[in-house]
C-alpha cells in the first residue's frame, strides 16, 4: 500500500510540475502542439487552437525558439508547413500575433530569403496575396507570407 501511494504522489508531482497541459509539449521556452491531422486553411487553424486544445496558434519571438520548433520538427521526422499565429490582415505590411497583438519581429534569423528580380529579398514578399505566417518547409522552416486560404498543419501555443 505505502509503495502504491509513493507511486501516485511520483505521478501527480510529475504531471502537476511539467508547465504543459495534456496534448501540449515543452519546446524551447513555450508548450505547443503540432496538430499533424488534417491541414487547414489559417482562420480553421486558429478555431482549431481554440476549440481542440483551448490555445491559440504559436507565437515565436525569440531565436532559441524558433532553433527548439526546428530541431524537433527534425528529430521527429515532421515534414510539412505549419501555420503560426501571426498575420498582416489588419495592415497589410503590419505583422502582428493573433495571441496579443504584439509586432511580428522582421529582423534575421526569422523571415526566409525569397529569390526575388534582382537578387534574393527577406520575405514577406507576397504583397497584398499572402497575408498569413507560416513555418515553411520549402524555405527551411523560416518565416514566410502565404494565402491564408491554403491548408497546411498548424501549431497551437497554450495560453
Given at each position: 500500500?505505502?509503495?502504491l501511494?509513493?507511486?501516485?504522489a ?13 496534448g ?49 520538427i ?26 496579443d ?24 514578399s ?26 497546411h ?5 497554450q495560453?
Amino acid at each position: 500500500m505505502k509503495r502504491l501511494l509513493s507511486f501516485i504522489a511520483a505521478a501527480v508531482f510529475v504531471g502537476c510540475c511539467q508547465g504543459c497541459d495534456q496534448g501540449y509539449e515543452q519546446v524551447g521556452d513555450a508548450c505547443l502542439a503540432f496538430h499533424l491531422g488534417s491541414a487547414y486553411n489559417w482562420t480553421e487553424a486558429d478555431v482549431v487552437c481554440s476549440e481542440q486544445y483551448g490555445g491559440v496558434l504559436a507565437k515565436v519571438t525569440s531565436a532559441s525558439d524558433l532553433r527548439a520548433i526546428y530541431e524537433y520538427i527534425i528529430t521527429y521526422g515532421l515534414t510539412d508547413s505549419f501555420w503560426l499565429g501571426g498575420s498582416d490582415l489588419l495592415a497589410e505590411g503590419d505583422w502582428v500575433w493573433l495571441a496579443d497583438g504584439s509586432r511580428v519581429s522582421k529582423a534575421t534569423p526569422f523571415w526566409a530569403l525569397a529569390n526575388g528580380l534582382f537578387g534574393y529579398i527577406h520575405e514577406p514578399s507576397g504583397g497584398q496575396e499572402e497575408n498569413c505566417l507560416l513555418l515553411d518547409k520549402k524555405k527551411k522552416y523560416f518565416f514566410n507570407d502565404e494565402d491564408c486560404g491554403a491548408y497546411h498543419h498548424l501549431i497551437c501555443m497554450q495560453m
